[in-house]
């Protein structure tokens, strides 16, 4: 049975549209900062300088529009980009990978003796973030990675038993290293000091630690504040050779993070924030950026801005034929939803209750609440060590984690959480 031509022509429209216009919407909303505001600001700029100048030469405009193009194509397609780029570059990296499997094979031989005499140890992989800071609580080695050397460092008798060694570019760099404790509570409290060296260590940076237990003399590992308890060898193999072969990629932006919310009361008994300024202002340059994108478009094949210009575009480039045409028309729609939501997040103590409320102008969408006896915890964490945002957290008894706001940096967070936590009389957790 043969399917009619003209539903393949629609189902292509359609998924044009709506990839196109959710893809651009997600990284524009995932990643809102000030950089990418100052782009739409210039483009927005352009636009209208264009719009302006009606006898620009069509060739000018084609180039203004292609150049846009590409510009956005650059920003919304990055991280696949990124990742295409790393793949590449590593394929031609074979010496380095045959350094990363050596150094693996060398430090879990180490690992294995250790353990058969349960002896303690910890070993951190330094990936991206420098532990240099670190490493000046230790002392300095320099040397081949070799299970000997983690057996004669690590060994009862050795004035380096405690603390930690830190592994920098296939090379043992330092030993006798002081680890940052975790302060996270909800951490097991039968791990002992090295399980939450570990922890603490990959919560503040992108390391990767392998500890093994003194008491039991297994071997276990800790990525991004989590423990990976009593693995057996292979898993041990596979996880470190993944983790240390895919090192993330350095990312310096975006600088600085548009914050969603800002604070417009502060009493003994409420405490609220509302959507920013600096949000709203984004929202708006976006809209009056894709409005003058679909106006240079009509201008390029029109000639002139006008009602029968205008009418004779949408009727010339329907939606089955030019989709593309439509995304601009769909995003401005968008972001005029956008730039109505309304956004508020209130603490009532005359009501004891909290409540997280997002709305389209009156009309609620979505909204979370709470006894404020029920919140535990308000936390400033970081997302993950390939991200350099952070996140405004609160938790409640039954550890269901609520969204507070996000950041490129954790101190314009920390004031508001230092205001909640001084409201609420609960526990602050900062993981800067």
């Given at each position: 049975m043969s399917v009619n031509p003209i539903y393949w022509k629609v189902g292509m429209s359609l998924a044009v549209l709506l990839v196109g216009s959710f893809r651009i919407t997600w990284v524009l909303r995932q990643q809102k900062s000030w950089e990418l505001l100052f782009l739409a600001l210039v483009i927005s700029v352009i636009g209208a300088i264009n719009l302006s100048e009606e006898n620009m030469a069509f060739h000018l405009d084609a180039q203004f529009l292609n150049s846009i193009s590409i510009v956005l194509i650059l920003i919304i397609f990055e991280p696949e980009l990124r990742r295409l780029c790393f793949y590449f570059?590593?394929?031609?990296?074979?010496?380095?990978?045959?350094?990363?499997?050596?150094?693996?094979?060398?430090?879990?031989?180490?690992?294995?003796?250790?353990s058969h005499t349960k002896t303690g140890a910890l070993i951190a992989f330094e990936r991206n973030d420098n532990l240099s800071k670190l490493a000046q609580s230790g002392t300095l080695v320099n040397s081949d990675v070799k299970k000997e050397l983690f057996t004669a460092l690590f060994s009862?008798?050795?004035?380096?038993?405690?603390?930690?060694?830190?592994?920098?570019?296939?090379?043992?760099?330092?030993?006798?290293?002081?680890?940052?404790?975790?302060?996270?509570?909800?951490?097991?409290?039968?791990?002992?000091?090295?399980?939450?060296?570990?922890?603490?260590?990959?919560?503040?940076?992108?390391?990767?630690?392998?500890?093994?237990?003194?008491?039991?003399?297994?071997?276990?590992?800790?990525?991004?504040?989590?423990?990976?308890?009593?693995?057996?060898?292979?898993t041990l193999q596979k996880n470190l050779t993944e983790w240390l072969s895919r090192k993330p990629p350095k990312t310096s932006y975006p600088i600085h993070r548009v914050r969603s919310f800002s604070q417009k009361e502060s009493s003994t008994v409420h405490l609220r924030f509302f959507k920013s300024t600096a949000l709203q202002f984004y929202d708006l340059i976006f809209l009056f950026m894709w409005v003058l994108l679909l106006g240079n478009m009509i201008l390029i094949q029109g000639g002139a801005l006008n009602g029968q210009v205008f009418s004779d575009f949408f009727l010339k480039n329907t939606f089955f034929?030019?989709?593309?045409?439509?995304?601009?028309?769909?995003?401005?729609?968008?972001?005029?939803?956008?730039?109505?939501?309304?956004?508020?997040?209130?603490?009532?103590?005359?009501?004891?209750?909290?409540?997280?409320?997002?709305?389209?102008?009156?009309?609620?969408?979505?909204?979370?609440?709470?006894s404020l006896d029920e919140l535990k915890r308000v936390s400033v964490k970081r997302e993950g060590q390939k991200s350099l945002r952070w996140f405004l957290t609160l938790e409640d008894r039954k550890r269901r984690i609520i969204q507070l706001d996000s950041a490129g940096s954790p101190n314009s967070l920390l004031h508001s959480a230092k205001q909640i936590h001084e409201f609420l009389k609960i526990d602050l957790m900062n993981q800067s």
């Amino acid at each position: 049975m043969s399917v009619n031509p003209i539903y393949w022509k629609v189902g292509m429209s359609l998924a044009v549209l709506l990839v196109g216009s959710f893809r651009i919407t997600w990284v524009l909303r995932q990643q809102k900062s000030w950089e990418l505001l100052f782009l739409a600001l210039v483009i927005s700029v352009i636009g209208a300088i264009n719009l302006s100048e009606e006898n620009m030469a069509f060739h000018l405009d084609a180039q203004f529009l292609n150049s846009i193009s590409i510009v956005l194509i650059l920003i919304i397609f990055e991280p696949e980009l990124r990742r295409l780029c790393f793949y590449f570059f590593r394929r031609l990296s074979k010496k380095k990978q045959s350094n990363i499997v050596h150094t693996i094979n060398e430090t879990l031989s180490g690992a294995q003796v250790l353990s058969h005499t349960k002896t303690g140890a910890l070993i951190a992989f330094e990936r991206n973030d420098n532990l240099s800071k670190l490493a000046q609580s230790g002392t300095l080695v320099n040397s081949d990675v070799k299970k000997e050397l983690f057996t004669a460092l690590f060994s009862k008798e050795a004035l380096t038993h405690d603390g930690g060694v830190i592994i920098r570019n296939g090379r043992v760099a330092y030993c006798s290293v002081i680890f940052p404790i975790t302060f996270n509570l909800d951490v097991d409290k039968n791990l002992g000091t090295r399980h939450r060296a570990a922890i603490g260590l990959t919560e503040a940076t992108d390391a990767v630690c392998l500890i093994v237990s003194e008491e039991e003399g297994t071997i276990s590992l800790a990525k991004d504040g989590k423990i990976f308890y009593n693995l057996d060898l292979k898993t041990l193999q596979k996880n470190l050779t993944e983790w240390l072969s895919r090192k993330p990629p350095k990312t310096s932006y975006p600088i600085h993070r548009v914050r969603s919310f800002s604070q417009k009361e502060s009493s003994t008994v409420h405490l609220r924030f509302f959507k920013s300024t600096a949000l709203q202002f984004y929202d708006l340059i976006f809209l009056f950026m894709w409005v003058l994108l679909l106006g240079n478009m009509i201008l390029i094949q029109g000639g002139a801005l006008n009602g029968q210009v205008f009418s004779d575009f949408f009727l010339k480039n329907t939606f089955f034929e030019n989709p593309i045409y439509f995304i601009p028309a769909v995003l401005a729609a968008i972001h005029l939803g956008f730039l109505l939501l309304r956004l508020e997040i209130h603490f009532d103590r005359v009501g004891n209750r909290f409540t997280k409320e997002t709305a389209l102008a009156f009309l609620p969408i979505r909204k979370i609440k709470r006894s404020l006896d029920e919140l535990k915890r308000v936390s400033v964490k970081r997302e993950g060590q390939k991200s350099l945002r952070w996140f405004l957290t609160l938790e409640d008894r039954k550890r269901r984690i609520i969204q507070l706001d996000s950041a490129g940096s954790p101190n314009s967070l920390l004031h508001s959480a230092k205001q909640i936590h001084e409201f609420l009389k609960i526990d602050l957790m900062n993981q800067s």
